[in-house]
């Protein structure tokens, strides 16, 4: 080779390299992994002169090393880290750190602390939380957050997700027309707290005690239920909640959480309750979640809550107030702006102590310590090896897929229609506005999932299909209906698949529903296509909330109903899997669906769970409503038959009081056993369940109570709830452990815990038995 021509390669090899460089440059750029630049907290490597610095001590504790930094900082620079943009140090190597990210159900792109790029375009997009907690599986609630952190992890590394997120939203789903119901796991405390506990476990849990994988967040505390309907906002809605309902109903979830989850946060909401901002209620913070719960983390505000509850609420008359009243009454950190703005002039004014902004920074030190945010490069330390390959993963998606096969409620089955046979069926109708959809699959908070299955997709890679969505979109106003197409699909099909309910424009944060219905002519569509059809009619239903679909249930003409919820980026996979019998349908419904009368006469204004005979009010969720239900909590239908055997539980439990206790003299309806008389008042009930049939499957083992009638007691309430896995004509043991004080106990009209003494009946399925609780 010529001189000229190894000239020309050179060049040529010179040009590549730039370019290669420059690309990889604008990889990193967008990635925001430039590692010779970025800065990370107590990095010596980097930064030597952080090296002495106490809170970059790795060997102290996280209360020790916290309290040197805060004891360094200006009254300027704390103000800086009560928001959610908290702000750099340069002076003491700290680079700014964005709060905010969320991970409802998958790392999402709500929230500026986290965002996908060319190196990871995208994360496992699980179910919407209604649908998986329709599994009613405590492991898969854990599973799915140990994906989710470990994606989180992940993103982080490489620049892409901050540490802390704020999810779960384990608000009780009180009214069937909520925009948010979606993103809670339904209307039980105890489904919302065994909610709350697995997947903030799985989110937070690393392998030493004293740190956090990630950062979970408990939200909205608390009776936040509304957010938009009829002009009401949740911004300005005084939530009247009576003793009895708030600790009874709306506080387990977040108790549950604080306690058993050792979560790292909650998120103080909108509302007011009884006249008081949450955040701003000392009572609610500092008294209950700080104080009673031991709380090891910190209290956010919902975002700009504290300016809303200013400027739109008014309860205070100056932001200066405002600022003092909120930290005061025990909130850390501000997700917007309001108290990086206002809190100096708090405490320049008297208004607010020095002291009183450092306790709450110092809570948020702590987390971020135990995060290890002040260890250095993310890179070398726990969790450090995880990068872009450990996003998207096969397991992680086929585990999306498996929440969803789980969460489905099968709801209607005449005559064994489904499961189909792919063999002898030679041709399907796909028919409406939800039969093909992508991103509505994911709900809401969601991120770039890895990839969609559509129904359509999912169906059609079984047997023959043709498609008519039969509505423009989930609205199906008049002018939108495409009935023609669509009674003829139906008419030359053998089966027809019909996939309708709604998506974001229908229900979401800030937009409630008014009708139980389902949208715009959705009825119609249903009706004149299930009349048309040749062959068996599947209804789908995807939806967050519930619906009246009465008309379906009745209707010969439809052999099946599903509920899909939102299902996630593999929920036409999961939904074919079940409707072709590879899955058998184990989910059951987490809310009621109510008739749409309740709509019509019940105002979601009303906060009250008991009904009130004398008014007509029929009262809220399967432990109180007194109303007629199109389906009830814990509905759903298996491929399969299962049958329960009690093997055993006691008949009586005595309970031991002090000798010239009160109770012994008259007659008591309840007794108050706090503290060390509840020690060894726990009892088994022991149970065997068969699967009758010859498909193998997953059943959830229901454990209710009906407690004796005082102190206007629930009608019946879950206690537990187990899911066993069994094979054709298998069989299976399950054990509850009942805690007297804990779960068969009830809250007074005061909100004090009783338990209840006399008969209490327990419930399996159609097994009953009886149990006394006597002094």
């Known amino acids: 080779m010529g001189e000229a021509s190894k000239s020309q390669l050179f060049g040529l090899v010179a040009e590549l390299c730039v370019v290669v460089l420059l690309l990889l440059l604008c990889l990193c750029v967008r990635g925001g992994v430039m590692a010779q630049k970025a800065v990370f907290a107590c990095d010596a490597a980097a930064n030597p002169s952080v090296a002495g610095l106490g809170f970059c001590n790795a060997s102290w504790s996280a209360a020790a090393r916290a309290a040197d930094l805060v004891g360094r900082l200006t009254l300027a620079e704390k103000v800086g880290f009560l928001v959610n943009k908290a702000a750099a140090v340069p002076r003491l190597g700290i680079p700014a750190y964005e709060w905010w990210s969320e991970a409802l159900h998958g790392v999402s792109y709500v929230g500026p602390g986290t965002g996908f790029s060319s190196l990871v375009p995208a994360a496992t997009s699980f179910p919407q939380v209604i649908l998986t907690a329709a599994s009613f599986n405590a492991s898969l609630f854990l599973a799915i957050g140990k ?39 339904g209307e039980d405390p105890l489904l919302s707290s065994k909610y709350a506990t697995g997947y903030v476990t799985g989110l937070q849990q690393a ?10 967040c408990c939200k909205h505390y608390t009776a936040y239920d509304l957010d938009n309907w009829k002009g009401i906002q949740r911004y300005t809605f005084n939530a009247i909640v009576t003793k009895q309902d708030l600790d009874d109903t709306f506080q387990p979830p977040f108790k549950s ?3 058993d989850g050792n979560v790292a946060s909650v998120m103080c909401s909108y509302n007011q309750v009884n006249g008081v901002p949450t955040c701003a209620d000392p009572d609610l913070l500092a008294g209950t979640v700080r104080a009673k719960w031991n709380l090891n983390g910190y209290i956010v505000s919902d975002c700009d809550s504290v300016d809303v509850l200013y400027n739109q609420q008014h309860y205070t008359k100056t932001p ?17 702006s309001f108290l990086g703005q206002h809190t100096q002039a708090a405490v320049q004014g008297g208004k607010l102590k020095e002291a009183d902004v450092d306790k709450a920074i110092t809570n948020n030190f702590v987390v971020l310590m135990r995060l290890g945010f002040f260890d250095g490069d993310p890179r070398k330390l726990p969790y450090g090896g995880l990068g872009p390959k450990d996003v998207c993963t096969p397991a992680h998606q086929e585990l999306a897929r498996d929440a969803a096969r789980q969460g489905i409620v099968l709801l209607k089955n005449i005559n064994g229609a489904l499961p189909l046979s792919p063999n002898s069926i030679k041709s399907m109708a796909v028919i409406g506005p939800n039969a093909n959809v992508t991103k509505t699959m994911i709900g809401n908070y969601e991120g ?17 299909t043709v498609y008519q969505p039969g509505c423009a979109d989930v609205g199906c106003s008049g002018n939108s209906l495409q009935l023609d197409p669509a009674k003829q699909a139906a008419a030359q099909a053998d089966v027809t698949v019909l996939i309708v309910g709604a998506d974001q424009s229908i229900e979401r944060e800030s937009l409630d529903r008014v009708s139980l219905l389902l949208p715009g002519q959705q009825t119609q569509l249903i009706t004149a296509v299930a009349k048309a059809s040749k062959g068996p009619v599947i209804l789908v239903i995807m939806s967050g909330g ?21 299902p996630g980026e593999a929920g036409g996979a999961a939904l074919t899997d079940i409707i072709f019998g590879q899955y058998n349908p184990s989910g059951r419904l987490p809310v009621t669906w109510y008739p749409q009368s309740f709509a019509d006469s019940v105002p979601m204004t009303d906060m009250r769970m008991r ?18 239900t199109v389906y009830s909590f814990g509905d759903g239908l298996s491929y399969t038959d299962y049958t329960h055997h009690l093997v055993q539980a006691p008949k009586l439990v005595s309970i031991p009081l002090e000798e010239g206790h009160s109770c012994y003299s008259s007659r008591c309806k309840s007794v108050d056993l706090a503290g060390s008389r509840c020690e060894n008042l726990a009892f088994d009930v022991q149970l065997r369940v068969r699967n009758s049939g010859r498909m193998p499957g997953g059943h959830t083992v229901f454990l209710f109570s009906t407690p004796p009638a005082v102190h206007n007691a629930p009608k019946k309430h879950l206690l537990g709830f187990e899911k066993v896995f069994l094979g054709p004509r298998g069989e299976g043991d399950v054990a509850f452990r009942v805690d007297v004080c804990k779960d068969l106990s009830l809250v007074d009209e005061e909100g004090n815990r009783r338990v209840a003494l006399g008969s209490h009946v327990l419930h399996v399925g159609n097994l009953k038995h009886s149990l006394t609780l006597r002094i």
């Open 147 to 185: 994906a989710v952190s470990t994606e989180a992890r992940a993103m982080h590394n490489v620049g892409l997700a901050g540490l802390t997120f704020w999810s779960p939203n384990i608000n009780i789903f009180r009214d069937p027309r909520w925009g948010r119901g979606q993103e809670t796991p």
């Open 207 to 216: 392998d030493d005690a004293d740190k956090l994988k990630v950062a979970a």
């Open 257 to 259: 959480c604080v306690i």
């Open 320 to 336: 200066e107030d405002a600022a003092a009243i909120t930290i005061l009454a025990g909130l850390d950190l501000n997700c917007g």
């Open 448 to 464: 770039t999932p890895c990839g969609y299955v559509t129904p359509l997709q999912g169906l059609t890679a079984n047997v023959a």
């Open 546 to 566: 519930p619906f009246d679909i009465s008309f379906a249930k009745s209707s010969d003409q439809i052999s099946a109903i599903l509920w899909a919820g939102y």
């Open 611 to 628: 009904p009130d005979p004398s008014t007509g009010y029929p009262g809220r969720t399967y432990r109180f409503y007194t109303g007629d």
